[in-house]
């Protein structure tokens, strides 16, 4: 990108930041539910799962895959209410980078999304979340979580674009959520129906949250290139899906 093209995404971000806080009821919701989702699983089931250690240092990857797909809705509601109200319209008129707008929600739903999980991994530290790994593990664990989080914003930008209206939008980019609950986030996929485990262990939340704990714990991140694979291929899918809404805007 060149540097008006940066500038320009700059000033798109900082509209969709100021717009984010500006809702305080949906930024607290977005970052209390998934700590309270934290509290439910380790306080009140965690003792009744058997997972080879302590609840809180299994389930914590889990919670930054919550993380994402609670921010990812805020995302696509934000991006089909300027779809809706003609700001995209508006703005590809004016002397600027095209893809500045969508560009901005991408980068502001990347940044809202890692401030919420450093949140929710701050409380459960303060809860006693004290994994085994050194500041390499600790790299790894976040450019994983990076990358996901990149490919699921991208995700709910192009169904935010696609859909017509913004309770549509949340409601789909919703559902994403509910992915890291049939999978490895709160209990081994071991545990599960033989017709429900092919499913868990072959779903993208399952190796980003398998490599992300095997990182933070330092027992191994064998998954990895599963993990990195189903980013990208979730990235790509967002992005050819938002650019392809973009270009049949452009063509009106």
Sequence with gaps: MTTHQVADTLVMFRRSARRTLRSPD???????????????????????????????????PGIMLLCTGFGASITATAVCADMAGGSIDRFRTLPMFRQALIAGHVVEGVVRTLAAIGIAVGVAVALGYRPGSGPSGWLGAAAIIALFVVAITLIAVALGMAVDNPEAAGGLTYAITFIPYVSSAFVRTSTMPGWMRGFAEHQPATPVVDTVRGLLDATGAERWTAAVLWCAVLAGAGFAGAGTVYARLARR
Excluded: K, N, R, W
């Design 26 to 60: 949906t930024l607290v919701i977005s970052l209390t539910m998934p700590i309270l989702v934290m509290l439910l699983f380790t306080y009140v089931f965690g003792g009744a799962i058997e997972v080879g250690g302590p609840y809180l240092d299994y389930v914590v």
